[in-house]
C-alpha cells in the first residue's frame, strides 16, 4: 500500500475531484454565470479604484464595511449579522465544519447541490439524500420520515432548487423547519431571478439560517457567498471561519459593485425575461420536456438515450452546456442550460434545432 492509501480517509480516496470542464473559446452556458458585463465607464472606474489598493498589507479580517454594505442592499434587518466565505461552498464547508460531531448527519432533497454531499464527506459527516418527487417537488412525507429517522444536524433547502429550477411548496418547508431539531439552511442561490424571499423565516424559527451568493448576479469571479441569520449562529461560525478569508480585491470590488447594485438588478431582470422567450423556444423542439425555472438557468428533458449526444454535439458547435444524465435517477436524460443573452440564446436554439432535426431525420 502506497503511503498516499496509507495516509488518507477512504472516503476521499473513493471521491473524484469536482469537475470544471475547460471552456476556452466557447460559449459558455454550463454554470449560471450572468453573461452582461459592466458598461465602460464603471470598468475604467473600478480598475482606477484597485490601483490605490494596499496590496502589501492584510485585508479588513472581519469585512465590516462590505457586511455592512450588503445588509442595506439585500434589506437586512439590523437584529441579523452577516458572515461572508469564500463562495457560498466555503459557508457550507463552515457549516459542516461546526456540525462535525461522531455521528452528525446532513439531510438534503435530491437532486440538488452537489457540494451538499461532497462537503459531508470532506468533513466527515453522514449524508442522507431524500429524492423529490417525479416531477421534482418535495416528498413532504418522505422528508419528515427521514427527519425523525436520522434527526440530521443539518439541513439543506435549496430555494429555488439546482438544478432542477424550482420552487417548493412553502407549507412543506415550513413544515420541515418545524419538524427539525437541527439547523435548516434556506440557500437563495439565485434568489435574484425570482420574487421569493425566505429572510422572512428568520423571524419566526431560531433554527433557520439564509444563505447567498454573488456570483450569480454578475460578480461569480470574486467567489463571495454569505450567510445571514442571529448572531448566536454566527458566531460559532466565525469561530472557524480562516482570517482574511475574504481578500482586499473581493472586498473593494464587491463594495464598488454595490454602487452599480441597481445596475445588477436591472441585468437580472432582463435574464427573467431572456428566460421566458428561452424557455418557448426550448418548448417548440420535438419531443423536448421544459421544466418551470425560477432561477438564471433552465432544466429540459430531451428524447430517451438524446441528452449525451446533444451535449457532445453541441461542444463541437462551440457551445457547453450542462449534461445531467447519469447524475442521478430523476435526471435520466435531462439538460441543464444557463440563461445567455438573446443572441447567445438564439445561437443556442439554432443549433439545438438543427441537432434534433438532424437525429430525427437519421
Not at 425523525?148 to 424550482?166: K, R
Not at 433557520?208 to 450569480?216: A, D, F, H, P
Amino acid at each position: 500500500m502506497s503511503r498516499v492509501k496509507k495516509l488518507i480517509r477512504q472516503e476521499i480516496l473513493d471521491l473524484s475531484a469536482y469537475p470544471v470542464p475547460d471552456a476556452s473559446g466557447m460559449l459558455k452556458l454550463d454554470a449560471m454565470e450572468n453573461p452582461y458585463s459592466w458598461p465602460a465607464v464603471a470598468k475604467e472606474a473600478w480598475a482606477d479604484l484597485l490601483t490605490d489598493l494596499p496590496l502589501n498589507r492584510y485585508p479588513d479580517a472581519s469585512a465590516q464595511q462590505l457586511r455592512d454594505g450588503l445588509k442595506e442592499s439585500m434589506g437586512v434587518s439590523d437584529e441579523y449579522d452577516i458572515l461572508l466565505g469564500n463562495g457560498s461552498d466555503e459557508i457550507i464547508q463552515l457549516l459542516a465544519m461546526a456540525m462535525a460531531k461522531p455521528g452528525a448527519t446532513i439531510l438534503a432533497p435530491e437532486p440538488g447541490f452537489v457540494m451538499y454531499k461532497m462537503i459531508a464527506t470532506f468533513c466527515g459527516l453522514n449524508y442522507v439524500g431524500v429524492p423529490l418527487t417525479s416531477d421534482f417537488q418535495l416528498d413532504e412525507k418522505a422528508m419528515l420520515a427521514a427527519i425523525e429517522t436520522s434527526q440530521p444536524e443539518l439541513i439543506f433547502l435549496a430555494q429555488p432548487n439546482n438544478p432542477t429550477g424550482n420552487l417548493w411548496d412553502q407549507a412543506a418547508i415550513e413544515n420541515i423547519i418545524k419538524a427539525s431539531e437541527g439547523l435548516v439552511v434556506v440557500d437563495e442561490a439565485y434568489t435574484a431571478f425570482t420574487d421569493a424571499d425566505h429572510l422572512e423565516l428568520l423571524d419566526r424559527y431560531d433554527n433557520v439560517l439564509v444563505m447567498r451568493t454573488l456570483s450569480k448576479v454578475g460578480l461569480a469571479g470574486l467567489r463571495l457567498g454569505l450567510i445571514i441569520g442571529r448572531a448566536e449562529w454566527l458566531n460559532e461560525l466565525d469561530k472557524i471561519r480562516l482570517p482574511y478569508n475574504i481578500n482586499m480585491l473581493t472586498q473593494a470590488s464587491t463594495l464598488f459593485a454595490l454602487e452599480y447594485y441597481d445596475m445588477l438588478m436591472m441585468q437580472t431582470e432582463q435574464l427573467r425575461v431572456d428566460r421566458v422567450v428561452l424557455m418557448e423556444d426550448l418548448a417548440k423542439l420535438s419531443g423536448v420536456t421544459v421544466y418551470p425555472s425560477e432561477a438564471n438557468f433552465v432544466l429540459i428533458r430531451t428524447p430517451d438515450g438524446m441528452a449525451r449526444n446533444w451535449f457532445e454535439e453541441l461542444k463541437e458547435r462551440g457551445i457547453l452546456i450542462k449534461c445531467l444524465d447519469g447524475g442521478h435517477p430523476l435526471l435520466e436524460n435531462c439538460l441543464r442550460i444557463t440563461v445567455g443573452t438573446t443572441s447567445q440564446n438564439e445561437r443556442l436554439i439554432a443549433a439545438l434545432s438543427d441537432i434534433a432535426h438532424s437525429g430525427t431525420v437519421q
